[in-house]
């Protein structure tokens, strides 16, 4: 039976959130069988899993053999609003998502990618709600909107978000009766640092006037810290960032 497993940071649950921003590094983690995954993306939500009323908007890169036919790292996007069972899909596989952009592709390859003690490869996404029409808009890089998921898609979010997470997920579908070897990121530990570990910097929220803000510290959350981890710190300006990853199955993940 497969399994999703984290590893997340995210802020507080509260109310008035509306939007959020991240710069991610971009790797081509190994993927041992061809309907595993592995992600690294920032999710807006609202909602929850309990009442099957949960509402998430999502985005970051992605490598899935059984999407997309290769290994190659993508731009993806994802929506729900009833907790992954009946609504959304990934990309455009489904209506919803409206381009206005054609110079970004969704699910379209990122090349080159950052590499282990070399040159760190970063893309930067934003989602944010528009304050005047209620859609919910990605923007691709310092200043490119890309489309938006109007608000008539949603329920809990037409309110804003509760909560926004930043990370790493992937599927483990125990090949062989063990761990998969699937990794997240870079495919190594957070103690690894920057150049070898994978990292979400320049975390920012959108809030009530539609200004970002950095936000100043999360709380991290990891499934299983001895197949996949994170840790977060400050920089000297007050920002947040973190690093996160891992190889799976190893000696010491169950």
């Known amino acids: 039976m497969s399994m999703v497993q984290y590893a997340v940071a ?13 710069t991610i590094n971009v790797w081509d983690p190994y993927i041992q069988v061809a309907n595993e995954f592995s992600l690294s993306q920032i999710w807006v939500v609202s909602g929850s899993y309990d009442q099957s009323d949960l509402n998430t908007i ?27 069972q009946a609504t959304g899909c990934y990309n455009l596989l489904c209506s ?13 390859s990122i090349s080159p990618v950052s590499s282990i003690g070399g040159e760190q490869i970063d893309i930067t996404i934003l989602i944010w709600k528009d304050p005047k029409q209620g859609n919910w808009w990605l ?20 309110n804003g978000a509760t909560k926004v997470q930043w990370g790493g997920e992937i599927i483990d579908s125990r090949p062989n009766g063990r761990h998969t070897s699937t990794q997240m990121g870079s495919g190594l530990f957070a103690e690894e640092g920057f150049a070898r570990s994978s990292y979400f910097d320049n975390l920012e929220v959108v809030d009530a006037t539609n200004s970002l803000s950095p936000v100043l510290s999360v709380y991290t959350q990891s499934d299983n810290s001895h197949c996949y981890d994170i840790k977060s710190s400050s920089r000297s300006d007050g920002g947040t960032y ?10 010491y993940c169950p």
């Open 10 to 22: 995210y802020t507080e649950t509260g109310e008035g959130f509306y939007g959020a921003k991240a």
């Open 242 to 251: 973190f690093y996160y990853g891992g190889p799976g199955n190893n000696p």
């Open 96 to 108: 919803g998502f409206i381009q206005t952009n054609s110079e970004v592709v969704i699910g379209g």
């Open 58 to 84: 999502e985005a970051g890169w992605q490598v899935s053999p059984e999407i997309y036919g290769d290994t190659s790292p993508r731009l993806f996007i994802y929506w729900t609003r009833d907790a992954y």
């Open 139 to 158: 923007k691709f890089g310092d200043d490119m909107p890309v489309g938006y998921w109007p608000a008539e898609l949603f329920t809990h979010l037409a």
